[in-house]
T-cell receptor
């Protein structure tokens, strides 16, 4: 079955440590995204990538970094510079339905990060 | 900058009743998406609306899009408990981003 796998499901870290969240997809989608969700709120875009070796900042990129060395993989690193890293992180991917229309986002099951 | 507003943010309904969730957005777009999120879970796609006047229906949910008014609605007919979830609309901003509303947390009570 095709899908997006995020790991780990839960992650606990001490303040000041960098942590990397994994996201792998086997849907053959070109575009991948990282969103952050805080309790009771919507999703905010951290980074996205339309193609291998290229990525763009979203609204809240500060304190985060990404890489896109393979089409299937888009890991997110939460650095110690991120002031409030505790949140639910969602990875998603999409493709194009036509020349310009994006497919709905396919989401992974998320990683819940707690930093103390 | 594209802004997406949903209302209401919280909705408590009795089973069997009808209600509508509204999604307004601030700039031109003709691509709107509705998602559902169960507590502690990820989001799943419900509807994709790609043109003015588009209407999609699945079970007790019906979504529509009015691009002139920059408004989409998600109508719930004869609500049942299984529909309890948070519903998000999202708008494709034509710049490789999909902006989400804050979500409507729906609770259907017996």
């Amino acid at each position: 079955d095709g899908g997006i796998t995020q790991s780990p499901k839960y992650l606990f870290r001490k303040e000041g440590q960098n942590v990397t969240l994994s996201c792998e997809q086997n849907l053959n989608h070109d575009a991948m995204y990282w969103y952050r969700q805080d309790p009771g709120q919507g999703l905010r875009l951290i980074y996205y990538s339309q193609i291998v070796n290229d990525f763009q900042k979203g609204d809240i990129a500060e304190g985060y970094s990404v890489s896109r060395e393979k089409k299937e993989s888009f890991p997110l690193t939460v650095t110690s510079a991120q002031k409030n890293p505790t949140a639910f992180y969602l990875c998603a991917s999409s493709t194009r339905l036509g020349t310009a229309v994006r497919s709905p986002l396919h989401f992974g099951n998320g990683t819940r990060l707690t930093v103390t | 900058e594209l802004k997406v507003e949903q209302n209401p943010l919280f909705l408590s309904m009795q089973e069997g009743k009808n209600y509508t969730i509204y999604c307004n957005y601030s700039t031109t777009s003709d691509r709107l998406y509705w998602y559902r999120q169960d507590p502690g879970k990820s989001l799943e796609s419900l509807f994709v609306l790609l043109s003015n006047g588009a209407v999609k229906q699945e079970g007790r949910l019906m979504a529509s899009l009015d691009t002139k008014a920059r408004l989409s609605t998600l109508h719930i007919t004869a609500a049942v408990h299984d529909l309890s979830a948070t519903y998000f609309c999202a708008v494709d901003d034509n710049n490789n981003d999909m902006r989400f509303g804050a979500g409507t947390r729906l609770t259907v009570k017996p």
